[in-house]
């Protein structure tokens, strides 16, 4: 790092990847007042049963007031809490809004407001990265991709009032340079009670696999990366004293965090010494190994969210699914329940092999395997996918308020689009009716994955086919 004399006069002019934390923080301790910044979780419009009820917290926003807490004055909503954001945006420099396509509409309507009343405006997240033109349109600047990779830039251009249209990283930043998230800005909120006990953390960024309907490679890159053991443990301990208790619950964000087979398994060895409960999402790759399902029981793992995704291979070979072998499911699944591991099972309809037995085929999967939270959506292509690309044709519309998963894209070639969402709305009654939930969950622990049934018993007894469309 370079070294600054106190009475070193930092130029506006040197250009920003030129400079360093050092000599960026004492470019901001030159400013007459710290800038203000309005950082905004924008809630969603969807009729679905999104952004209701409890909430996650959102990590990444957290990780980016922390970034820009260090040199300027934040202010953090998080509108599914039922906080909005002030009509009067007088009080701030900056307003840094996240989005993804399910919510890009209000972000935009929020971006809009902001630019109306002069003020600096930044779009970040998912749905900015994708399709950076047309955010352009609702803001000053669109951060491409992850904001650390090109932080220092920004914050100089921020602090010295020359932003540019666009922020993308010429590279990303390795994740050991990646500092500890700071949950007060979260917290701090009165209706804080709203989020999920369960805490976030992260391990690894990116996912070489490139499946065609994710987002993931574009935004945080095919390489993989992950964080030093050590700082994920030590993450974990602090959330131990600050919560002065040991058993606490843990959810990973991390796209593929088993990826790197040794990696994960030598983080799950020092998990299990911790005493901590974990959830993640992952692969299938190794799940098939006992070894695997056995040292992520020891280890705290209570919950593993499982991308199924179809019974048919056709399918699974057409969105470049390699991971997911039909022939593993079952070994899959007996492995994790063997180790008191539960199954948040998802699967996808509407693609375009699917056929009425698909249905069936996935009805008698999940009941046979006693699959415990088994999650149901629709086929959606997301802007900026190859899969978009593919389907743009025959999309039946571009309203990002329905881009949710649960609502009717397009037409599949093997069946009529009534069809498809008279099955799918009839699967979805069939396993969360009494009944069947009895049938999935008899024995098993009681604890909030049986509640999560009983709030799907009552949420899908009110489904037609009317809400999807």
């Given at each position: 790092?370079?070294?600054?004399?106190?009475?070193?006069?930092?130029?506006?002019?040197?250009?920003?990847?030129?400079?360093?934390?050092?000599?960026?923080?004492?470019?901001a301790?030159?400013?007459?007042?710290?800038?203000k910044w309005?950082?905004?979780?924008?809630?969603?419009?969807?009729?679905?049963?999104?952004?209701?009820?409890?909430?996650s917290?959102?990590?990444?926003?957290?990780?980016?007031?922390?970034?820009?807490?260090?040199?300027?004055?934040?202010?953090?909503?998080?509108?599914?809490?039922?906080?909005?954001?002030?009509?009067?945006?007088?009080?701030?420099?900056?307003?840094?809004?996240?989005?993804?396509?399910?919510?890009?509409?209000?972000?935009?309507?929020i971006?809009?407001?902001?630019?109306?009343?002069?003020?600096?405006?930044?779009?970040?997240?998912?749905?900015?990265?994708?399709?950076?033109?047309?955010?352009?349109?609702?803001?000053?600047?669109?951060?491409?991709?992850?904001?650390?990779?090109?932080?220092?830039?920004?914050?100089?251009?921020?602090?010295?009032?020359?932003?540019?249209?666009?922020?993308?990283?010429?590279?990303?930043?390795?994740?050991?340079?990646?500092?500890?998230?700071?949950?007060?800005?979260?917290?701090?909120?009165?209706?804080?009670?709203?989020?999920?006990?369960?805490?976030?953390?992260?391990?690894?960024?990116?996912?070489?696999?490139?499946c065609?309907?994710?987002?993931?490679?574009?935004?945080?890159?095919?390489?993989?990366?992950?964080?030093?053991?050590?700082?994920?443990?030590?993450?974990?301990?602090?959330?131990?004293?600050?919560?002065?208790?040991?058993?606490?619950?843990?959810?990973?964000?991390?796209?593929?965090?088993?990826?790197?087979?040794?990696?994960?398994?030598?983080?799950?060895?020092?998990?299990?010494?911790?005493?901590?409960?974990?959830?993640?999402?992952?692969?299938?790759?190794?799940?098939?190994?006992?070894?695997?399902?056995?040292?992520?029981?020891r280890?705290?793992?209570?919950?593993?969210?499982?991308?199924?995704?179809?019974?048919?291979?056709?399918?699974?070979?057409?969105?470049?699914?390699?991971?997911?072998?039909?022939?593993?499911?079952?070994?899959?699944?007996?492995?994790?329940?063997?180790?008191?591991?539960?199954i948040?099972?998802?699967?996808?309809?509407?693609?375009?092999?699917?056929?009425?037995?698909?249905?069936?085929?996935?009805?008698?999967?999940?009941?046979?395997?006693?699959?415990e939270?088994?999650?149901?959506?629709?086929?959606?292509?997301?802007?900026?996918?190859?899969?978009?690309?593919?389907?743009?044709?025959?999309?039946?519309?571009?309203?990002?308020?329905?881009?949710?998963?649960?609502?009717?894209?397009?037409?599949?070639?093997?069946?009529?689009?009534?069809?498809?969402?008279?099955?799918?709305?009839?699967?979805?009654?069939?396993?969360?009716?009494?009944?069947?939930?009895?049938?999935?969950?008899?024995?098993?622990?009681?604890?909030?994955?049986?509640?999560?049934?009983?709030m799907?018993?009552?949420?899908?007894?009110?489904?037609?086919?009317?809400?999807?469309?």
């Amino acid at each position: 790092m370079q070294t600054i004399q106190s009475d070193t006069v930092v130029s506006p002019l040197q250009p920003a990847s030129d400079i360093s934390e050092e000599v960026l923080h004492q470019l901001a301790a030159q400013q007459k007042s710290r800038k203000k910044w309005l950082l905004v979780q924008p809630i969603s419009n969807t009729s679905m049963m999104v952004d209701s009820g409890s909430v996650s917290m959102p990590l990444n926003l957290i990780m980016v007031a922390t970034l820009v807490g260090k040199l300027f004055d934040v202010t953090f909503i998080d509108e599914r809490l039922g906080n909005s954001v002030p009509e009067d945006l007088s009080g701030f420099d900056v307003v840094a809004i996240t989005s993804r396509t399910l919510n890009a509409t209000k972000a935009y309507r929020i971006g809009d407001a902001a630019l109306r009343q002069g003020k600096t405006v930044i779009l970040g997240g998912v749905h900015p990265t994708m399709l950076h033109d047309e955010a352009a349109a609702h803001c000053t600047s669109v951060v491409y991709g992850e904001i650390e990779s090109i932080w220092t830039e920004l914050a100089t251009d921020v602090l010295t009032g020359k932003m540019k249209p666009i922020y993308r990283a010429r590279e990303l930043k390795p994740m050991g340079s990646m500092i500890h998230p700071d949950f007060s800005y979260a917290l701090s909120s009165p209706s804080a009670k709203k989020y999920s006990s369960l805490i976030p953390i992260l391990a690894t960024k990116g996912c070489p696999v490139g499946c065609n309907f994710c987002t993931t490679p574009t935004i945080y890159g095919k390489n993989y990366r992950y964080r030093e053991l050590d700082l994920v443990l030590d993450e974990m301990r602090y959330h131990q004293q600050r919560l002065n208790k040991e058993k606490i619950n843990f959810s990973f964000m991390d796209d593929n965090i088993s990826f790197r087979p040794q990696y994960f398994m030598t983080l799950l060895e020092e998990m299990a010494k911790l005493g901590v409960h974990w959830n993640a999402n992952i692969s299938m790759n190794f799940l098939d190994k006992p070894e695997v399902a056995e040292l992520a029981g020891r280890s705290g793992c209570d919950l593993l969210s499982i991308g199924f995704e179809s019974l048919n291979p056709e399918t699974l070979k057409s969105v470049h699914k390699g991971s997911n072998r039909l022939g593993n499911y079952e070994t899959v699944v007996s492995n994790l329940h063997k180790n008191g591991i539960a199954i948040q099972g998802y699967f996808m309809f509407g693609f375009d092999n699917d056929t009425e037995e698909s249905f069936q085929l996935t009805y008698d999967f999940i009941m046979k395997n006693r699959i415990e939270f088994p999650v149901f959506s629709l086929v959606t292509p997301f802007p900026g996918t190859p899969y978009f690309d593919e389907m743009k044709p025959r999309i039946r519309h571009f309203d990002w308020d329905k881009y949710d998963t649960y609502h009717y894209m397009f037409e599949p070639n093997k069946m009529s689009g009534e069809k498809l969402l008279s099955n799918f709305v009839k699967l979805q009654k069939e396993v969360y009716k009494g009944r069947s939930i009895m049938q999935r969950m008899k024995g098993k622990p009681l604890n909030w994955v049986w509640f999560v049934n009983y709030m799907m018993h009552r949420f899908t007894k009110k489904l037609s086919t009317e809400y999807y469309y």
